[in-house]
């Protein structure tokens, strides 16, 4: 929490360099990543929009484009339950400077449901986005991030990897991946002498996207608020960090509870929210 006390918004800069940086952000078409590409034009970065649905990205790409002329914006439409694809992201946008991929593609669940009532082939995409296409795409851009260090990985995480809920197994075991993915490649790049390529796991309680559906409130930011936080949060060059500050603070509050409060409060809370129930009504 005190990091705030002298995060300036300028730490970003650190991965603006050369003739012009680029970021490339996955699920650009909407929610906090639509936002994330509007707060990194601001700062001075083209940037590359990644989607499924080309013509949702188009429409994107023409707000930015009217609200910031000077800069560039590009899109790349691949499907991210298609791990294989991501080589090919990786090779439309050689010859960018990309210095920053946020990976953001995923989605909030809308299906609070038993694991034995789900079906297996969205549980399957969850999984391919959650955790391969991350993988694949991280892999895929890595020689590029290396050659236009420093730079940095962004992953998007959430606050259901360390206090996994009941009826939410499936997204909260990928974003467990995603929180140890980035763990332990952060190390990995040290180790391997690209300490200059920071990879940062982002947590995040919620926020008030379409998708999400509440209301913004002080727990639930809006998404350009939430974005913003991201791009400050990102200067910081830490591979654990709250963005935003209500959201720190809820995790102080769960770290203190012993995790069985935790997951019995959950547990009564998504209890009542539990979609196969609401069906079967
Ligand atoms: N909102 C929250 O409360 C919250 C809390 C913690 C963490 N997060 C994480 O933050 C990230 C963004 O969440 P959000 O609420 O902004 O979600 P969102 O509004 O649903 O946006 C998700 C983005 O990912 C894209 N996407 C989904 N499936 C895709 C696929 N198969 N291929 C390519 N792109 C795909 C969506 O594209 P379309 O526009 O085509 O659907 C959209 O651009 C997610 O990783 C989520 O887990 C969110």
Redesign the pocket.
């Known amino acids: 929490m005190l990091w705030r006390l002298w995060a300036s918004s300028s730490g970003i800069n650190h991965f603006q360099h050369g003739e012009e940086s680029w970021a490339l952000v996955?699920?650009?078409?909407?929610?906090?990543?639509?936002s994330v590409c509007q707060a990194f034009a601001q700062k001075g970065f083209n940037v590359v929009l990644?989607?499924?649905?080309q013509e949702?990205l188009n429409g994107v790409k023409e707000e930015l484009q009217a609200a910031w002329p000077d800069r560039k914006f590009e899109i790349v439409v691949?499907?991210?339950?298609q791990g294989s694809l991501a080589s090919e992201v990786a090779s439309a946008v050689k010859g960018k400077h990309v210095t920053i991929l946020v990976n953001?593609?995923?989605?909030?669940s809308t299906l609070i449901e038993p694991l034995v009532a789900q079906d297996p082939d969205v549980l399957q995409?969850g999984v391919?986005?959650?955790c391969t296409?991350l993988t694949q795409l991280t892999r895929a851009m890595l020689p590029q991030l290396i050659e236009n260090k420093p730079s940095a990985v962004v992953n998007?995480?959430?606050?259901?990897a360390a206090h996994p809920p009941p009826f939410l197994a499936v997204?909260a075991g990928t974003?467990g991946y995603t929180r140890a993915f980035s763990q332990a490649l952060r190390t990995e790049m040290r180790l391997t002498g690209h300490k200059d390529v920071d990879i940062q796991y982002h947590e995040?309680?919620?926020?008030?996207?379409?998708?999400?559906g509440?209301p913004v409130s002080t727990a639930?930011p809006d998404?350009d608020t939430m974005a913003r936080s991201i791009v400050v949060a990102i200067g910081q060059r830490k591979g654990f960090i709250v963005p935003y500050w209500s959201h720190e603070l809820t995790n102080w509050f769960l770290w203190i509870m012993p995790e069985s409060w935790v997951q019995k409060m959950s547990g009564s809370i998504l209890q009542t929210k539990r979609t196969d129930l609401k069906k079967a009504d």
Do not use: E
């Not at 953001?104 to 909030?108: E, H, R, S």
């Not at 995040?204 to 999400?212: D, E, G, M, R, Y």
């Open positions: 996955t699920g650009a078409s909407d929610g906090i990543g639509k990644h989607g499924r649905n949702k691949a499907d991210a339950t953001n593609a995923g989605y909030t995409r391919d986005i959650g296409w998007i995480g959430s606050f259901v997204y974003k995040s309680h919620s926020v008030a996207t379409k998708a999400n509440s639930a998404p």
